[in-house]
């Protein structure tokens, strides 16, 4: 067997009581060969030598997260935690398929994408076939398809397994591309003098880039490589996107351009509101050129703390407002911001960490399809002469944008409405708010 410290570490997280002492147990089997208890503050950490198609590697039981220190012993049970993740080539995360998604399992799931390791979703006490759609909830943590297993009664065990042999060749690979440094490209847009570079100076917290108070002081794009809780970031701050009846000069039009471009280099992009101003056409036009980049977006309300509507109204009953002005804001997550004291400035890159990674969703076509079972799209109504189509089957077709195909029976009867349907039922069964859809129709017949 290989020297002990050189064998890749499995490493078992999950909030309490969700069964990963019982699955490292289970991973176990009959070879019990404990080699290392360490004993921490308040628990054990637990360590062994498991065997998984032919090799070895290093299983790790930590204690359960919890978010807040409620007993005095979170904090060091934390830092067992912590430990042990960035000792880890592969992190399986438990969950609870009884008690399904609750909030501490999406804290976990966020804490874990800061650490860019693969993680295999394990969706415990799924003791029997029924609660298997139930698993399907974990989807919107965002690391793909739960695999479905139950300690109590082994179910699963073998398919976590070959799970985790094909997580470690998948990690094999990663190490040996020529650039395994995984960049997310943050582009900040909108339009003029809505505080992009006080945003990008505030994040960065050094004046990168020059701020003042004339609109259209930025005429080009700014790239700037930095890393945040160990995630590298390259961010795009551009020149605000002006109406083309306001573009007066060479210099207006090429900041357009550039701006555009900004948005095709990017993986995630903020489009800043002015909250004095709220929603206006410009900044629906930004949005129609993310979507149609296929791009992940966050909507951040910026100059809330600056604005006179603060005094009038609550944030929530100004998001309602603002979507009840534009619904096309309700497909992208919101967020309240202020450039100039730095209120949720940092949240934002982690919520674009959480975008980036469901920009690459993998959903099994079973699953796709069982949604529609329940929420069939030819069931929407349609004028009297229009021919109801039959729909088939679903399936993904690709990543980046995120892309599904559709099979139905006659796809010139499929009408606008048909297609806003299945989007806003994908929507709703998977991490997708934020994420562009593209939903291409085929025909059945010609496959």
């Known amino acids: ?6 064998v890749p570490t499995i ?7 969700v069964g990963k002492s019982s699955l490292f147990n289970c991973l176990l089997g009959e070879r019990r060969a404990v ?6 503050t308040t628990r054990d950490r637990l360590e062994a030598i498991i065997t998984v198609e032919g090799a070895h590697f290093k299983l790790v039981d930590t204690g359960g997260y919890l ?3 409620t007993d005095g012993f979170s904090k060091p049970v934390k830092e067992q935690i912590y430990r042990a993740m960035e000792e880890a080539a592969v992190i399986i995360l438990v969950t609870d398929t009884i008690a399904g998604a609750t909030a501490m399992d999406k804290e976990v799931a966020l804490i874990l994408r800061k650490f860019g390791k693969p993680v295999i979703l394990a969706a415990n006490k799924t003791d029997n076939d029924k609660l298997k759609t139930h698993a399907f909830e974990f989807y919107q943590l965002g690391f793909g398809e739960p695999i479905n297993i139950s ?7 073998k ?3 070959k799970k985790i042999a094909q997580s470690f060749k998948s990690a094999d690979l990663m190490r040996n591309m020529e650039n395994p440094e995984k960049i997310i490209k943050v582009a900040v847009v909108g339009r003029p003098n809505v505080g992009k570079s006080s945003f990008v100076n505030n994040l960065l917290a050094r004046n990168r880039v020059l701020v003042s108070d004339i609109p259209g002081t930025t005429r080009d794009s700014i790239d700037t490589h930095f890393k945040y809780k160990g995630e590298d970031y390259l961010l795009i701050d551009t020149a605000g996107i002006r109406h083309k009846r306001k573009i007066k000069t060479a210099v207006d039009t090429y900041s357009v351009m550039r701006s555009k471009e900004s948005i095709l280099r990017a993986d995630v992009v903020f489009l800043l509101l002015d909250a004095a101003c709220g929603v206006t056409k410009d900044d629906l036009g930004i949005l129609k050129l993310i979507d149609q980049a296929g791009k992940a977006a966050l909507v951040l309300v910026n100059k809330w703390d600056l604005s006179k509507k603060a005094e ?4 929530e009953e100004y998001a309602k407002h603002l979507l009840y002005a534009a619904n096309e804001l309700s497909k992208f997550p919101l967020e309240f911001i202020s450039a100039r004291s730095g209120r949720n400035v940092l949240r934002s890159l982690e919520m674009a960490s959480v975008l980036d990674s469901n920009l690459d969703l993998e959903a099994s076509t ?5 949604i529609f079972k329940k929420n069939d799209p030819s069931q929407v109504p349609i004028p009297r002469k229009k021919k109801r189509p039959n729909f088939l089957y679903i399936v993904q077709s690709g990543c980046r944008p995120v892309e599904f195909k559709y099979f139905v029976n006659d796809p010139h009867a499929v009408l606008p409405s048909h297609i806003s349907y299945i989007e806003n039922q994908l929507r709703a069964n998977l991490p997708l708010k934020g994420i562009p859809i593209k939903v291409r129709i085929n025909n059945a017949k010609k496959r």
Do not use: F, W
């Not at 080699?35 to 921490?40: A, F, I, K, L």
């Not at 009038?312 to 944030?315: A, H, I, R, Y």
């Open 1 to 6: 067997m290989e020297n002990y410290n050189s």
């Open 11 to 17: 490493c078992i997280v999950g909030r309490p009581n």
């Open 35 to 40: 080699v290392v208890e360490q004993s921490g």
């Open 67 to 69: 978010s807040a220190d």
């Open 151 to 157: 300690c109590l009664h082994r179910r699963g065990i």
């Open 159 to 161: 398919a976590l397994k």
């Open 312 to 315: 009038e109204v609550t944030m």
């Open 366 to 370: 079973p699953y796709l399809n069982r």
